[in-house]
């Protein structure tokens, strides 16, 4: 689980990494072409904490 959350929260050089990909290439192919940098930064902010929580959620039960 410790591993699992490093991914997620990019605590670690591998989880940071993991997370810019994961997130980054889902949140920016769809939205790179219609949103503007910036909102598009925001965008991600606010996405990102609901997937992980359902996530999360999802491996513990």
């Known amino acids: 689980m ?20 994961f997130f980054g290439f889902h949140v920016d192919h769809h939205l790179a072409r219609i949103v503007p940098q910036r909102e598009q930064k925001a965008k991600q902010l606010t996405v990102a904490p609901i997937l992980l929580h ?8």
């Open 2 to 21: 410790h591993l699992f959350r490093q991914l997620l929260l990019g605590e670690s050089p591998l989880g940071a990494q993991f997370q810019k990909d």
């Open 54 to 61: 359902e996530h999360i959620r999802h491996i513990s039960f």
